[in-house]
């Protein structure tokens, strides 16, 4: 049972470049989420889903997007990285109310 | 909307003193309030969690945290520090109509000293 696995751990991308970050859970959660973590910020929701085939945005979507095909996957992507993205990213999931699972996180550095 | 302020971004501490990290929060439902621990290039650990339950919540590692309607705080305590409890904290309440947001603090970050 790896819980929640979020790749790659570092990325350093130039401005205008594409990416996809990983994540992956094998606990058969339901729900799962995106947050970008940035000094004197806390951690701030990007995109979530309740399920397969359902995403919504969260508190700062602009200039990415997910999907969500199966339970066990929710991608991110960076479409068009700016320097403003850089950040750690952390993903997460839950089966019920009471806890959040994090991945290690992916550090992204845009130039 | 949900959402929790700590007052602090960073505590020190003797080692063997009293650790006391201040969370206020601010909801029209009663909430769910979770405390975590961050460690030095790692990802985030549930510390406890408050679900209406018992207002006294007891943690790992020695934490707890004391549910306070009337102040509208949830604030994390430890009888005694210990240089292992160095890392940033955060305060996160659960917004209501799904389980998949969480609105966080903006973190505190504690230092124990000898």
């Known amino acids: 049972n790896a819980g929640v696995t979020q790749t790659p751990k570092f990325q350093v991308l130039k401005t205008g470049q594409s990416m996809t970050l990983q994540c992956a859970q094998d606990?058969?959660?339901?729900?799962m989420s995106w947050y970008r973590q940035d000094p004197g910020m806390g951690l701030r929701l990007i995109h979530y889903?309740?399920?397969?085939?359902?995403?919504d945005q969260g508190e700062v979507p602009n200039g990415y997007n997910v999907s969500r095909s199966t339970t066990e996957d929710f991608p991110l992507r960076l479409l068009s990285a700016a320097p403003s993205q850089t950040s750690v990213y952390f993903c997460?999931?839950?089966?019920?109310?009471?806890?959040?699972?994090f991945g290690p996180g992916t550090r992204l550095t845009v130039t | 909307a949900q959402s929790v302020t700590q007052l602090g971004s960073h505590v020190s501490v003797s080692e063997g003193a009293l650790v006391l990290l201040r969370c206020n929060y601010s909801?029209?439902?009663?909430?769910?309030l979770f405390w975590y621990v961050q460690y030095p290039n790692q990802g985030l650990q549930l510390l406890l969690k408050?679900?209406?339950?018992?207002?006294l919540v007891k943690g790992i590692n020695g934490f707890e945290a004391e549910f306070k309607k009337s102040e509208t705080s949830f604030h994390l305590t430890k009888p005694s520090a210990h240089m292992s409890d160095a890392a940033e904290y955060f305060c996160a309440v659960r917004n209501t109509g799904t389980a998949s947001k969480l609105t966080f603090g903006t973190g505190t970050r504690l230092q124990v000293t000898l």
């Open positions: 606990m058969n959660h339901e729900y």
């Open positions: 408050y679900t209406s339950a018992a207002t």
């Open positions: 889903s309740v399920g397969a085939g359902i995403t």
């Open positions: 997460a999931s839950t089966l019920t109310s009471y806890e959040q699972y």
């Open positions: 909801s029209s439902v009663p909430p769910y």
